[in-house]
């Protein structure tokens, strides 16, 4: 487990190099990343050179984390998590629930923690003393210290550490020695080998080349627990596909929770890639679509000018086809996008509301949906678990918008109505992780078993 003291602290960057500089060495390397995010799994699937899974605490369990750790990390030699923020942050300021150091406790993983070491002496030393002794039970098995100033400056933070008998220093990193990663106003960009070269990742593979004991690191990894197989009661993968669900993947849509996916494969759901950028239409007999989040704004001219594909959607759903969107596939659905520019481009119009741009976030963090009608993914009182991310609003809504959602944020208690529901299309801002309730799944097939002529 990489973890950081705090969110900034290079841990991505780090993680990166990590895992180019073992894949380099020929070991193949599975990555996760805990949390809710699309992001940052983009870039460690691309230097892995396998799909990246999110492990999150909150919307999950430990049973479900387990299981999916010992799933995909099968044939792999070497698994690395990176963490999310600081070690002890997540949703509840009063316990471990959602944070790094509740996955690492779950996983009886150990952890390299990466601070700031810039303008600090023994007073780094303290720094991950507290961090060493706040958890007892998590295993601090070594630092890495960022933003160092020299190789005097290392030898003295090794020292600090060792005088006080604290986790070993297995790696300095002097400042500027790590390319900055591309980034906009959600943290990092999706990454693509446009935005995220092999040159890149071999610069970060030759910065912890240098500045990181790997050996010492391989063996902290071998002296882990052995990832165990957990004796599960689910059915077999269903291997025979009885619906065929259509998923938008391109530059505008394409953050998905990888187990989610496969959960409706193993549901017995054929999904079928499509592009609203670039199609000019759905692909054939499909049952349902599912639109998922991404850049809608910043390709909303060209979504806008695909009048083939807004059609053939806006026609899907008028035979009452299953159509879900999350967060940017809400705002495909919406009559139109607003720029910060006050530039409008039209879009489905099948939720009867705007989407404006916002020059500030308008929501961030865990929610838990409760289902007021029966809709895609369960009955009334239902409860499914998600996060929301997202710098655009609504704007104009009707107030006879039928909603199915009652959404309870972590810090109100006054529940938001959501879910925006008409026949079988349903959007919402929220982005759920199907496994945090059972029957979703099996709720959401069987509508688009209604929808086979």
């Given at each position: 487990m990489i973890a950081g003291t705090q969110s900034g602290v290079g841990k991505t960057s780090i993680t990166l190099g990590l895992v180019a500089a073992f894949k380099r060495r020929g070991l193949r390397v599975q990555t996760f990343k805990v949390g809710p995010d699309y992001l940052d799994p983009t870039y460690l699937a691309l230097a892995s050179g396998r799909p990246c899974y999110n492990l999150d605490g909150w919307m999950t369990?430990?049973?479900?984390?387990?299981?999916?750790?010992?799933?995909?990390?099968?044939?792999?030699?070497l698994v690395i998590i990176e963490g999310v923020m600081g070690l002890f942050d997540g949703a509840d300021p009063a316990t471990l629930a959602g944070s790094t150091a509740e996955i690492a406790r779950w996983l009886e993983a150990p952890v390299?923690?990466?601070?700031?070491?810039?303008?600090?002496?023994?007073?780094?030393?303290?720094?991950?003393h507290g961090y060493t002794t706040f958890v007892p039970e998590i295993c601090l098995?070594?630092?890495?210290?960022?933003?160092?100033?020299?190789?005097r400056h290392a030898e003295g933070i090794s020292n600090s550490?060792?005088?006080?008998e604290l986790p070993p220093l297995l790696g300095a990193v002097k400042r500027g020695a790590l390319p900055e990663l591309p980034s906009r106003h959600l943290g990092l960009v999706t990454a693509d080998a446009k935005r995220f070269s092999q040159a890149a990742l071999d610069q970060l593979a030759d910065a912890m080349e240098a500045a990181l004991a790997l050996d010492k690191i391989l063996e902290v990894a071998r002296r882990a627990a052995p990832v165990q197989r957990i004796p599960t009661n689910n059915t077999q993968p269903n291997r025979l596909k009885t619906v065929r669900l259509g998923i938008a993947r391109?530059?505008?849509?394409?953050?998905?929770?990888?187990?989610?996916?496969?959960?409706?494969?193993?549901?017995?759901?054929?999904?079928?890639?499509?592009?609203?950028?670039?199609?000019?239409?759905?692909?054939?007999?499909?049952?349902?679509?599912?639109?998922?989040?991404?850049?809608?704004?910043?390709?909303?001219?060209?979504?806008?000018?695909?009048?083939?594909m807004l059609e053939a959607i806006r026609k899907f759903a008028a035979q009452g086809r299953v159509i879900y969107a999350e967060c940017?596939?809400?705002?495909?659905?919406?009559?139109?996008?607003?720029?910060?520019?006050?530039?409008r481009h039209s879009m489905l119009g099948l939720l009867s509301a705007w989407t404006r741009m916002c020059p500030r976030r308008q929501s961030l963090g865990y929610v838990e949906v409760e289902l007021?009608?029966?809709?895609?993914?369960?009955?009334?009182?239902?409860?499914?678990?998600?996060?929301?991310?997202?710098?655009?609003?609504?704007?104009?809504?009707?107030?006879?918008?039928?909603?199915?959602?009652?959404?309870?944020?972590?810090?109100?208690?006054?529940?938001?109505?959501?879910?925006?529901?008409?026949g079988s299309v349903l959007a919402?801002?929220?982005?759920?992780?199907?496994?945090?309730?059972?029957?979703?799944?099996?709720?959401?097939?069987?509508?688009?078993?209604?929808?086979?002529?």
């Open positions: 369990s430990q049973k479900y984390v387990r299981e999916l750790l010992a799933h995909a990390s099968s044939g792999s030699d390299l923690l990466v601070a700031n070491a810039h303008g600090a002496g023994r007073s780094f030393a303290a720094t991950v098995a070594g630092v890495i210290a960022n933003q160092c100033g020299s190789d550490l060792s005088s006080a391109d530059e505008a849509f394409h953050f998905y929770y990888p187990d989610n996916l496969e959960a409706l494969e193993n549901a017995g759901c054929e999904l079928v890639a499509f592009s609203p950028l670039h199609h000019r239409g759905l692909p054939s007999d499909l049952q349902g679509i599912y639109i998922g989040g991404g850049y809608p704004e910043e390709h909303a001219q060209a979504l806008a000018a695909n009048r083939e940017g596939g809400l705002m495909y659905l919406s009559e139109g996008i607003e720029k910060l520019d006050g530039t007021t009608r029966d809709c895609l993914w369960g009955k009334p009182g239902e409860r499914v678990r998600g996060h929301e991310f997202h710098y655009s609003e609504l704007t104009n809504v009707p107030s006879n918008c039928e909603s199915a959602y009652a959404l309870h944020h972590r810090r109100t208690d006054c529940p938001a109505a959501e879910g925006f529901q008409r919402s801002y929220t982005h759920l992780h199907f496994a945090s309730q059972p029957g979703a799944i099996a709720h959401f097939v069987q509508h688009l078993k209604t929808c086979i002529p």
